[in-house]
């Protein structure tokens, strides 16, 4: 409470930890479906891009999946949806 009477509250919390495996490790990339999740920072998209491409190059990655998310926080279930496809995913990058 502060001297004008206005209540505050304090929002942080306990750190949440959940208990979450590894995804099994891909034996090739030979032949596997790319994902990438973009996170709209900027060039995020192009160097991911860029990764898959040199992927496809050196180890065969079949094609890729590109969904952008606008906005912060996880992306909309139809988003995941199609990511589901993929046998491994990219996700953004950092500023």
């Known amino acids: 409470m502060t001297d004008k009477g206005d209540l505050l509250y304090d929002p942080t919390a306990e750190p949440r930890i959940l208990a979450a495996g590894l995804a099994p490790r891909l034996a090739s990339l030979q032949g596997t479906r790319a994902g990438i999740l973009?996170?709209?920072?900027?060039n995020a998209g192009t160097l991911m891009l860029a990764v898959v491409k040199?992927?496809?190059?050196r180890y065969g990655v079949r094609d890729v999946v590109k969904r952008e998310k606008?906005?912060?926080?996880?992306?909309?279930?139809s988003i995941l949806a199609d990511l589901t496809t993929c046998d491994f995913v990219l996700v953004g990058s950092a500023d």
């Open 54 to 57: 040199r992927l496809k190059e």
């Open 38 to 42: 973009d996170n709209s920072k900027a």
């Open 70 to 77: 606008g906005i912060a926080g996880p992306p909309s279930p």
